[in-house]
């Protein structure tokens, strides 16, 4: 093979080269652990979907990115990374062209919104569609998997109805869960009632419970009537919740730290969420030790809390409670169960599990996070998504032999700029769309809800610019094309 059939192949040659080695000589494999301990959870497995198997390479980095410490920063930093790389790319396609490098740095600068559009399209499209992505698999049918901590958009940050919500929780291996809105829990007592009379699906299993906005963001759980908490004290709210049958555990503590760990504890917390997914799976040892440590020794309560508000598709905190004959039992029955558990404080019931993927990095090196990302993605492929990759590998390789597919491909790459401008303006009107349903959604929860119509009216005034601003360069191009053609 001489010199232009090796170029010809390098890239995906180099790309396969690289899955093969970190997915096999580096390999982290996926996997269910015990929070506490960190060794992997007996009786639980990572429940790959075949749907993301067969399309790894297109979709497959996305979704590992959904799973990172803290995915939209994450992303946002990939994306500045590809922002800052598209300068020497320009750089070197433009190099002996006329106007040179001036050409180059023009041609960057033009090409910056539409990556900025392309990328928020993506992260919009991850945040609100419900993928598939893969989740849990329980063998043991004594374990339950239980989350305490989710909203709905009775919150003001929540974005999902209450279907949704318990769609999101059966798709993710849920058998039951606890809906804690922000300081109130009358409709979820009303929700409640209505799986009592099957007016919503028997699973999965809808607890009530309340997020407290006290010094620190309290669960209440387990509540069977309404009360209001507004101005109350933490400790106030707190025995209220253990006078209506209710336990109270403090949520994502190692987030904010208003208050010692120590404090909470004098003042009735019966336990502490030690792994929350919202603020990020990753906690400091020095403050997991503050809530571990007095909770083994005073037999406090540790939860794990999804804190699902309807962003994204993914999970990777559960709770496994050792409930012999779940299947047998009633609603009622297993409400009573559940809450038990949580009022006996039984340790040895209790299992926090994490989905594992992934090699944590300290969070002051977040701007490092595209190598650190891309690499643990390529590491936890397991032998059949590396085959995917083979197999599209070799697809692309099989292509550029031929002859049609070259001149095709050599087409596209020399219209690229135009190829970017429509898919930017592409992503661009479904921002917009997204947008608007946000808005049009929020109009009946004005009591309850914010985000939606802020995020509803961010999207569109975003798209409406970004619209803008693409037709303009696109009837630029055009024009400029056809000056070029009349030159000719």
């Not at 929070?35 to 497959?60: D, K, M, Q, T, Y």
């Not at 038990?340 to 300290?362: C, G, M, N, W």
């Not at 085959?387 to 049609?404: D, E, I, Y």
Request: hydrophobic content about 45%; overall charge positive; charged content about 15%.
């Amino acid at each position: 093979m001489n010199l232009s059939g090796l170029k010809k192949i390098a890239a995906p040659a180099i790309i396969l080269l690289l899955v093969i080695t970190l997915s096999t000589l580096f390999h982290y494999p996926m996997h269910i652990a015990d929070a506490v301990s960190g060794a992997p959870a007996a009786g639980f497995s990572v429940h790959n979907a075949p749907w993301r198997i067969a399309l790894e390479p297109f979709i497959g980095w996305a979704f590992f990115y959904m799973r990172a410490d803290q995915p939209l920063v994450e992303i946002c930093v990939l994306m500045l990374w590809i922002m800052l790389l598209a300068l020497p790319v320009a750089l070197l396609t433009r190099r002996k062209k006329p106007g040179g490098w001036r050409n180059a740095v023009k041609s960057w600068l033009v090409s910056l919104p539409d990556i900025l559009t392309i990328t928020i399209a993506i992260i919009v499209a991850l945040v609100f569609f419900p993928w598939p992505e893969n989740t849990i698999n329980n063998h043991n049918p004594d374990q339950v998997l239980v989350n305490f901590h989710s909203h709905t958009w009775y919150s003001h940050d929540g974005l999902a109805s209450p279907q949704r919500v318990m769609q999101w929780h059966k798709r993710n291996g849920y058998q039951a869960f606890f809906l804690t809105e922000h300081n109130h829990h009358a409709n979820t007592l009303e929700l409640v009632e209505r799986q009592r009379r099957a007016e919503l699906a028997a699973e999965p299993l809808l607890l009530c419970g309340q997020e407290y906005s006290g010094s620190n963001h309290i669960l209440l759980l387990g509540l069977t009537r309404d009360f209001i908490t507004k101005d109350m004290p933490d400790s106030t709210a707190m025995d209220s919740a253990q006078a209506h049958n209710g336990v109270a555990v403090i949520a994502h503590w190692f987030a904010d730290k208003r208050r010692p760990a120590s404090y909470y504890i004098e003042n009735g917390a019966q336990g502490f969420e030690i792994a929350n997914q919202a603020e990020g799976i990753r906690v400091e040892d020095e403050d997991f030790h503050a809530m571990v440590d007095p909770s083994r020794e005073r037999n406090l309560l540790m939860l794990g809390g999804a804190d699902y508000h309807g962003y994204g598709s993914v999970a990777y905190t559960w709770n496994a409670l050792h409930i012999p004959g779940w299947r047998q039992m009633d609603t009622e029955s297993r409400r009573a169960a559940i809450m038990d558990i949580l009022r006996q404080r039984d340790h040895a019931k209790i299992t926090v599990l994490v989905y594992k993927d992934r090699e944590s990095f300290p969070r002051r090196l977040v701007w490092l996070s595209p190598v650190f990302t891309l690499g643990g993605y390529l590491r936890s492929l397991s032998p059949i998504q590396a085959a995917s990759w083979f197999l599209w590998m070799t697809l692309v390789w099989a292509l550029a032999r031929q002859r049609q597919v070259r001149r095709l491909c050599a087409g596209l790459f020399s219209s690229f700029q135009r190829f970017r401008q429509y898919l930017s303006l592409a992503g661009a009107l479904f921002t917009g769309i997204i947008g608007v349903f946000l808005w049009w959604q929020s109009r009946p929860l004005a009591e309850y809800n914010h985000i939606l119509r802020e995020y509803g009216t961010y999207f569109v005034i975003y798209a409406v610019l970004a619209v803008i601003y693409g037709v303009v360069m696109i009837k630029k191009h055009v024009n400029s094309n056809r000056a070029c053609n009349r030159i000719g």
